[in-house]
């Protein structure tokens, strides 16, 4: 199985660890966005849409990375019904939790942070600025009462949604008020095999090409 990705990338990321997570092996091809090689021709092949990640695994060529960890697990994750629930209430809050991802936590960290940092715009939006924080504010809630954000194990929604928050953190995003979100950040990082490896390193190489081009 082949990954096109990029250590750089969020969602990259959350498939390498689900990867790790299951004792998968995959072969890394790494695509440098901010060069352009997801608009190649050839890349083109892969993915239509020229984002990554992309899950290639034989015939099957697979983009998004949310629908790339369900089929990860679906696929070769004998046993492993806890990361990814096989009954429909449990599979059901790990949807959810997933939707809210990728629709509104990661959609308002993107609508406010990437006109700054792709200098767009001069002045940050306070209006986008307030839909993050509500984002956040919905995230503290979900884990106020519950270990990890769809109930009391680890699940993939988890492992999606440590690579979002750890990247607004890059941003700049301040999340020590979120005390619930704080704390499931200690439980989360310790529940991952490989976080260290891919999303603190991952987090680390993103926030020295963060301050290069911020000196630019
Ligand atoms: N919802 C997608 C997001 C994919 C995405 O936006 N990937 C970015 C890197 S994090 C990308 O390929 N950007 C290149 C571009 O937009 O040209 C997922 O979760 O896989």
């Known amino acids: 199985m082949e990954l096109y990705y ?3 990338s969020p969602p990259s990321r959350a498939v390498r ?12 091809n790494c695509i440098d966005t901010l060069k352009g090689e997801q608009l190649t021709q050839e890349f083109e092949t892969i993915n239509s849409a020229k984002k990554i990640p992309i899950l290639v695994d034989g015939d ?3 983009a998004e990375s949310r629908a790339i960890m369900i089929y990860l697990v679906d696929k070769y994750g004998k046993n492993n019904s ?3 629930p096989s009954d429909p209430c449990g599979r059901a809050l790990v949807n959810l939790a997933l939707h809210f991802d990728i629709g509104k936590l990661f959609r ?4 406010y942070y990437f006109p700054i940092i792709f200098k767009l715009e001069e002045t940050p939006s306070a209006e986008r600025y307030e839909k993050l924080k ?9 884990v106020e009462s519950q270990d990890y954000v769809a109930g009391r194990n680890l ?4 492992i999606s949604i440590i690579t979002t928050v750890t990247t607004a953190e890059a941003f700049g995003f301040n999340i ?26 991952g987090i680390e190489m993103l926030k020295k090409r963060l301050s290069g081009q911020m000196e630019n």
Do not use: C, H
């Open 82 to 84: 806890r990361i990814l």
């Open 134 to 142: 509500e984002a956040f504010g919905i995230l503290d809630r979900m």
């Open 176 to 201: 020590i008020k979120y005390k619930n979100v704080m704390k499931w950040i200690d439980r989360v990082k310790v529940a991952i095999p490989g976080y260290k490896k891919i999303n603190v390193e």
């Open 108 to 111: 308002s960290i993107e609508q």
């Open 155 to 158: 699940t993939i929604a988890d």
């Open 60 to 62: 099957l060529k697979l």
């Open 6 to 8: 990029n250590q750089f």
């Open 17 to 28: 660890m689900t990867a790790e997570y299951l004792g998968l092996s995959l072969k890394l």
